[in-house]
């Protein structure tokens, strides 16, 4: 995301920010748990790739919604009204749960690597 074309706020560094750090973090662990279910291919077949699916899906929908969850904050910071994005935490909060039942199904169904 480049920085010259977000809008600005008074006190750089503060929620905006770290909040965006945060949903990239999230981001990044999807996409190393992706990784790491790559690993189960030989012991689950090839169902593995459904959750290597959901996992990267998640990750790309996290990317996409960056920079208008982040223009939400600083537009919410100066307007001093600034609303949780309760619909994308419930839906990062669905799609987690998703994948971990999926996997632990899988897991449950087959042999344990």
């Not at 790739?49 to 982040?70: K, W």
């Amino acid at each position: 995301m480049s920085s010259a074309d977000l809008p600005l706020h008074e006190d750089p560094g503060v929620q905006p920010e770290r909040t965006l750090l945060a949903w990239t973090r999230t981001l990044l662990l999807l996409l190393v748990l992706a990784g790491f279910l790559l690993r189960w291919i030989p012991y689950q077949g090839a169902a593995v790739l459904t959750l290597v699916g959901g996992c990267s899906l998640v990750a790309l929908g996290i990317f996409v919604g960056e920079r208008a969850r982040y223009r939400r904050a600083v537009h919410g910071i100066l307007d001093e009204s600034y609303p949780a994005a309760v619909r994308s935490v419930l839906g990062l909060t669905a799609a987690v749960m998703g994948i971990g039942l999926a996997a632990l199904i899988l897991l449950l169904s087959g042999e344990a690597p």
